[in-house]
């Protein structure tokens, strides 16, 4: 098997394979190092970075349902300066890309955090988190109105030259007019989905089973409405598709792929087996090899 | 991050390694020991330290569930047939633990560890006075702790809410400590809650000696337990538990709030779960 028959570009980026792990659910990378070796990776998410350090939701902050998981972290950081000084130096060590998440309050945030981000060593992407609420317009969610979402990426286009990715959230009426308007903002490719708003109530205690009350929903649960919202958004846009939610081992990022993405991201997985990426990576190299299969972009969207 | 506390244990890399069940029994009402052959873990796990045990290859449960060593064999002890074998004491709780109850001698079985941040021994060479404290299960938190010092003087208070949960009091008879027990009920011991037996033996811990403190068991105990100790000679340390996501760090799903400044939530799994008290915010 040649070597480059798993190379994936996105962006400027090009990845030695398709396999990405997701922000907030892979610590700042040496986390697992202990279990394996992270330069085989197509890319590392950091976790989600504010401009301010945060200090996250009050625990409980986790909550396991059946297949799921609720999760309300609070997207705990230690804000951008901490992170540029303290957590990049590890991430520029590896011989893979940084894809730097990132999430504001307002239009400005994003701005700056991007701003702020543009020409640091060791960065090759932006992961744009737009399912935080805007606080001056009310609490609406930027990700959940195609309008904002169109301004806000154009705006956050024009200050930075890295690849621009926005994480699309699936709590939304139509995913694909989301999808739409990103595109046309101008960003380079699209990761979906984010989790689902969730909650879970404790009937004995009459308490909910997370202290924020509402969580997201991530894990194998939700991974076959993640594959229709990732094929969806796959007939309306022409930029590619990162696709994530609930992917747990080769068979279910090989489904993805054939959905429409051009790349996957694994999170919960991670949490359950450290290996699950790179076991991954082997699972889909030996699919490729099964069907006699030369190059993985041949696998994009071929279903039906 | 440092740990809240300050302290820097000694570190070993967590190994994700299979294990073989070398035993699964039943020792009174809803408690059992789980025996695994996994000699990398038992070799370097240290007292109140963890390990994150994958219970099925299916999605139920889906996550791993943490636990602490009760009781581990290093492949060097005499003990042929439990070399390389850690036991863990679990207490059949909910869908999870109902699914540990039915492993089979043999079961190949996915373990993570060793992890966490355990006890901090007193400083050496120490003639100190130990006192340890465990609510329900907790006990075998700190179990390994006493094995480790025996040759102090131990004083151990173990509560649960009926006889059937006072678990570990014929392995503590073993050693070298005077033992306290309390059930809510009445049914063995002093009538009330393990924290209400240790005040009523508080005459015992003057104020001119120093005495090292270790407890696990539910928050709300360790919670009452904070109140009741906070005079100088009373050096405490509690292993927490807590839901937890991943054991090691990624996630932050199992957080406690500290008095840290810049950072007061602390995951429990990386720089715990052991704390010391004053560390804990426990308002």
């Known amino acids: 098997m040649r070597n480059n028959n798993l190379r994936i570009k996105i962006g400027k980026m ?19 190092e202990d279990f394996f070796d992270l330069n085989q990776l197509g890319a590392v998410v950091s976790k989600g970075i504010s401009l301010k350090p945060m200090v996250g939701n009050p625990p409980p902050r986790i909550f396991e349902t059946e297949g799921g ?81 169109f301004h806000l990426i154009r705006k956050v286009r024009k200050a930075t030259t890295s690849t621009l990715i926005v994480k699309l959230s699936p709590n939304v009426t139509d995913i694909a007019s989301i999808a739409k308007s990103v595109e046309e903002g101008g960003a380079d490719a699209v990761s979906l989905v984010n989790t689902f708003k969730a909650m879970a109530i404790n009937i004995h205690s009459k308490k909910p089973e997370v202290g924020n009350i509402i969580g997201g929903l991530s894990g194998p649960a939700i991974k076959p409405i993640a594959l229709r919202m990732v094929w969806e958004a796959h007939q309306a846009i022409k930029i590619p598709i990162i696709g994530m939610g609930g992917i747990m081992k080769a068979e279910d990022a090989i489904e993805f792929i054939l ?46 | 991050m440092p740990s809240s506390s300050g302290r820097t244990s000694k570190r070993f890399m967590p190994f ?14 809803v408690y059992f020991i789980l025996g695994i052959h996994c000699p990398p873990i038992a070799n370097l796990i240290q007292p109140g330290q963890f390990i994150m045990l994958k219970i099925s290859e ?17 492949e060097n002890h005499p003990a042929k047939e439990k070399r390389g074998c850690l036991f863990i004491c679990y207490k059949e709780v909910g869908k999870g633990t109902h699914k540990m109850t039915t492993l089979q001698k043999g079961k190949i079985l996915n373990l993570i560890g060793p992890l966490g941040n355990g006890f901090t021994p007193p400083p050496l060479p120490s003639s100190a006075n130990i006192i340890l404290i465990g609510g329900g299960v907790g006990i075998v938190s700190v179990y390994p702790f006493a094995e480790a010092f025996n040759h102090l003087k131990l004083f151990v208070f173990i509560g649960g809410k009926t006889k059937k949960d006072i678990l570990c009091v014929e392995d503590f008879k073993k050693l ?16 009330g809650t393990v924290v209400d037996l240790f005040l009523s033996q508080r005459k015992i811990f003057t104020e001119d000696k120093k005495y090292y403190l270790y407890a696990c068991g539910p928050m709300p105990m360790l919670k009452a337990l904070a109140g009741k100790i906070k005079s100088r000679n009373f050096i405490a340390q509690a292993s927490l538990e807590a839901r937890m996501g991943c054991g090691f760090g990624a996630c932050w799903g199992c957080v406690i709030k500290t008095n840290h400044s810049q950072t007061p939530y602390q995951r429990v799994c990386k720089e715990g779960p052991v704390f010391s008290f004053k560390d804990i915010c426990w308002d």
Not at chain 1, 22 to 27: D, H, I, L, R, V
């Open chain 1, 14 to 32: 090009v990845l030695k394979n398709p396999v990405i792990v997701s922000s907030g659910t892979f610590g700042f990378g040496e986390e697992f």
């Open chain 2, 176 to 191: 070298n400590s005077k033992i306290f027990v309390s059930t809510e009920n009445g049914s063995l011991g002093f009538r």
């Open chain 2, 58 to 74: 299916d999605h139920s449960p889906l996550l791993r569930r943490p636990f602490s060593v009760y009781k581990t064999y290093p």
């Open chain 1, 69 to 149: 998981l609720i999760n309300s972290i609070g997207l705990q950081n230690p804000g951008l300066q901490e992170f540029i000084r303290n957590k990049l130096p590890y991430y520029r060590r590896l011989k893979t890309h940084l894809i730097v998440n990132i999430f504001g309050n307002t239009q400005t945030e994003y701005i700056e955090l991007a701003k702020r981000l543009e020409g640091v060593r060791g960065i090759s992407g932006l992961e744009m988190n737009i399912s935080c609420p805007n606080i001056k317009k009310g609490g609406i969610v930027f990700g959940s109105d195609p309008r904002m979402a």
């Open chain 2, 16 to 29: 994700q390694i299979d294990g073989t069940v070398v035993q699964n029994r039943q020792i009174k009402s």
């Open chain 1, 259 to 304: 959905a429409g993405a051009s790349a996957i991201q694994m999170g919960t997985a991670n949490l359950i087996n450290p290996r699950a990426a790179i076991e991954t990576i082997q699972g889909i190299k030996k699919y490729l090899v099964q069907n006699k299969i030369d190059r993985i972009q041949t696998l994009i969207g071929a279903f039906g």
